[in-house]
T-cell receptor
Framework: AQSVTQPDIHITVSEGASLELRCNYSYGATPYLFWYVQSPGQGLQLLLKYFSGDTLVQGIKGFEAEFKRSQSSFNLRKPSVHWSDAAEYFCAVAIGGSQGNLIFGKGTKLSVKP | DGGITQSPKYLFRKEGQNVTLSCEQNLNHDAMYWYRQDPGQGLRLIYYSQIVNDFQKGDIAEGYSVSREKKESFPLTVTSAQKNPTAFYLC???????????FGQGTRLTVV
């Protein structure tokens, strides 16, 4: 069955440090991949997406993600974390390219310490 | 401003009562979605609609119903048949099923 795994439930980083959030998916074909961010009590905001082409994608707020087919991964990175980045991050996969088959990971909560 | 509006932000209902959550979008999107979010869980799809007057069940449709009479609106009714309705509900929309979805701010439903 298709699935999305975010291995880290909670990560704490210092402000200014680099960040990498992991995402692995299980799907036979090339999926559409997304990273969303959610602040407490709020909706989800799209950070970036991968449909095809260049495997390194740039998103908003200084985030980037790299699609690695051989590892079935789509890890999110940021070179220098800001206190405002504290939130929950969700990786998602659109099976068959359809938003009607969008599978979410369980999320990684990011805390930022001063 | 274009966007997706969910109302109300907080909703309280007594057990056994049906309740309807509103979702309106002015983005001219054809597709709309309802998700349920529980603590420590990802989002789970309840229903989605690709076009007016058509909708499909998602992974957890039991105890929920929807309608899509207008392109802009996709209300969700949580019926008394839903065993555990207390959750955070998110509505989303996209131009089509093959483009990225944009989310509303959510409605937190508490059933007492």
């Amino acid at each position: 069955a298709q699935s999305v795994t975010q291995p880290d439930i909670h990560i704490t980083v210092s402000e200014g440090a680099s960040l990498e959030l992991r995402c692995n998916y299980s799907y036979g074909a090339t999926p559409y991949l997304f990273w969303y961010v959610q602040s407490p009590g709020q909706g989800l905001q799209l950070l970036l997406k991968y449909f095809s082409g260049d495997t390194l994608v740039q998103g908003i707020k200084g985030f980037e993600a790299e699609f690695k087919r051989s590892q079935s991964s789509f890890n999110l990175r940021k070179p220098s974390v800001h206190w405002s980045d504290a939130a929950e991050y969700f990786c998602a996969v659109a099976i068959g390219g359809s938003q009607g088959n969008l599978i979410f990971g369980k999320g990684t909560k990011l805390s930022v310490k001063p | 401003d274009g966007g997706i509006t969910q109302s109300p932000k907080y909703l309280f209902r007594k057990e056994g009562q049906n309740v309807t959550l509103s979702c309106e979008q002015n983005l001219n999107h054809d597709a709309m979605y309802w998700y349920r979010q529980d603590p420590g869980q990802g989002l789970r799809l309840i229903y989605y609609s690709q076009i007016v007057n058509d909708f499909q069940k998602g992974d957890i449709a039991e105890g929920y119903s929807v309608s899509r009479e207008k392109k802009e609106s996709f209300p969700l009714t949580v019926t008394s048949a839903q065993k555990n309705p207390t959750a955070f509900y998110l509505c989303a929309s996209s131009f089509s099923l093959n483009t990225e979805a944009f989310f509303g701010q959510g409605t937190r439903l508490t059933v007492v």
